[in-house]
């Protein structure tokens, strides 16, 4: 091995300046080893170890600060001494926690067969656990020439010796949960957050608020990518706010971290992790192993590409100088390859071991069910091991059950133990309340768990994700105040995002003053959280629904900085108590953490009714739907009804036994405040409910004494 300072280009094009070695504080190399990848601190120094197969040579470059343009030393890797099978690895000792350090990776240059090494990129570790972009500017690493005055660099992490002061994943059961979908960056980088400068927008941020998500009553926080991603992706200069573009799937995203040192995000990470699971909050990761930011050929080469290309994505075997791309992003990894999986496993150990993470949404998940030649498998090998794996045995496994190619696995989805994010529930839901024909019978599957869409006889109902809004999408108040997508401000002439939103504005596009149709608006607010709340499922809710947070339209604000406005608490406060007594509510009843689906024998009584009892209307134009739901060995029964009509109902109520009679315990209609009853209000043995036209109501039967 050898030791070289000063670079004039690279060899191939010129050669390398070589200037005698001496350096008293650096002891000389060691051969290291193949075992742990990444770079992993030891007695005495650092190990590294690379995987690439069809690598020529490999150079180790250690930076003294973040900002330094140059490495201080480069270590050029002996295939002799150094490669062991495909495993490039060395130990420099006198090194330890908080080396900044890259890769120069030497090959082939020849598109055509799949190989795209370029030695004048600098290159992140795939392994890395910390990630600092100080430097980073993604132009440079797309364009010819060397980039390593704004390469991005990594960080060596010891995880040994910090003090978890007891602290576990939590594992909450599933029928148990509500989950939130939260972004870390947008939900306290607002002035209105009321916290310091430096704590906006970062983890420690997210800390100071855990006591709002506590009150909200919610069980679990799902947090958009924290993995390193790219925020420079993004078209004519905005910025990649969302996250679903990684550069290095260990690292916890460096931009978050409110201590500027290389080792920040990782310490504030844990401490965030650990400060919710105090509160009894579990912490969902929202992964992205279907693509990179590297994009499609003309992407920059930022780590993969340029250390084994044909190994981590799936190539065009036509024509291996493209990619096949599942994600919609450019690329798609090949979760069929052994190194690739090898890679998933380690990171998601990682996270839970490291980390204490309590689980994972797998963002299209679908692309990792893809063979090398990207068709579907009935039998994906990742997949399996995730399910089964011993030390993930624990976690929430969710899956986003579809890909950008067409894949639609809702339903279908492998596996005994993975969750899925019910997109039917979302679509399904969305339809009856806006009053579209033939939804009726869709509406009801939903509610009561989906039955059709999991017929497994070993299924239980709350692996069903449900949701009406996610980050990808319209916030709930933007369903319900826009007909079309207004992406404008995404520059791309608003041809991104879906047009099949399903949502309605009640009369006016976009903010009104209207009371009437601001009524209206807030009516079908509470009828979508009363679907949802009331569903058999795990419900999941969208950060800022629960205070009508608005894009503007926007149905694809990945590149948008929409931050979460905290003097809407006070503006949207009938609202928020709504939800928040709701979720109360849910959380007191065993109806909702049945092991069975309602429909099923052995389950609660599900009875369906219309405006008359046992009359539930299922034509295709029917806008309306009832239900009585209880268990038999138990006093707990409620009564759901849904106008979804434009003139008001009258809703026949089931009669209850002797010394029992119907309570409210939520109508949408009323105003707030007045909307949900605590305890619920007694109806004096009515015999019917009106409901006036785009309402819901929630009954709970109640002991006369």
Known sequence: MNIVFGRKTHPNRCSLLRLKVYNESMNSPLPGHAAPLGATPMRGGVNFSLFSRNATGVELLLFANPEDPQPQHILRLDPQINRTFYYWHIFVPGIGAGQLYAYRVYGPYVPERGLRFDPTKVLLDPYARAVTTHTYRRKAASQPGDNCAEAARCVVVDLRGYDWEGDEPLQHPFASSVLYELHVGAF???????????????????????????????????????????????????????????????????????????????????????????????????????????????????????????????????????????????????????????????????????????????????????????????????????????????????????????????????????????????????????????????FAARLSGSRDLYPQTDRIPARSINFV???????LNDLVSYNQKHNERNLQGNRDGLDANFSWNCGVEGPTDDPQIEALRARQIKNFFISLLCAQGTPMLLMGDEVRRSQQGNNNAYCQRVAFDWNSLSQQINLLNFIKQFIAWRSSLNLFKQPYFWSDPGGPQLIWHGVHLNAPDWGVYSHSLACELGEPDSCERIYLAFNAYWEALSFELPLLPTGWQWALVSDSARPGGQDFCNPPQPLQHASHYLLVPRSAIVLQAVCDN
């Not at 919610?218 to 905005?238: H, M």
């Not at 809004?469 to 916030?475: A, E, K, L, V």
């Open 469 to 475: 809004t996610c980050h990808d999408g319209f916030t």
């Open 188 to 442: 306290t980088r607002d002035e209105s957050s009321g916290l310091p400068a430096e704590l906006r927008g970062s983890y420690a941020g997210l800390i100071e608020k855990i006591p709002y998500l506590k009150q909200l009553g919610i069980t679990a926080v799902e947090l958009l990518p924290v993995q390193q991603f790219d925020a420079q992706e993004a078209p004519f200069g905005l910025s990649n706010d969302w996250g679903y573009a990684p550069m290095a799937f260990f690292a916890p995203h460096d931009a978050y971290s409110s201590q500027r040192t290389p080792l920040g995000p990782v310490m504030e990470f844990r401490q965030m992790v650990k400060a919710f699971h105090r509160a009894g909050i579990e912490v969902i990761l929202d992964v992205v192993f279907n693509h990179t930011a590297e994009n499609g050929p003309e992407g920059p080469t930022l780590s993969l590409r340029g250390i084994e290309n044909r190994a981590y994505y799936l190539i065009d075997p036509q024509h291996p100088e493209r990619y096949q791309d599942y994600s919609g992003c450019g690329n798609s990894l090949d979760a069929s390859h052994s190194i690739v999986r090898r890679m998933i496993m380690d990171c998601l150990h990682y996270w839970v071991q490291g980390m204490h993470v309590d689980g994972f949404r797998f963002d299209l998940a679908s692309v990792l069910a893809r063979d090398k030649h990207g068709q579907p498998l009935n039998d994906p090998p990742i997949l399996w091991e995730i399910e089964s794996d011993p030390i993930l045995a624990g976690t929430k496994i969710i899956a986003e059950a579809w890909d950008a190619g067409g894949l639609y696995q809702v339903g279908s989805f492998i596996g005994h133990r993975w969750a899925e994010w019910n997109g039917q529930f979302r679509d399904d839901v969305r339809r009856f309340l806006k009053g579209d024909t033939n939804s009726v019978r869709h």
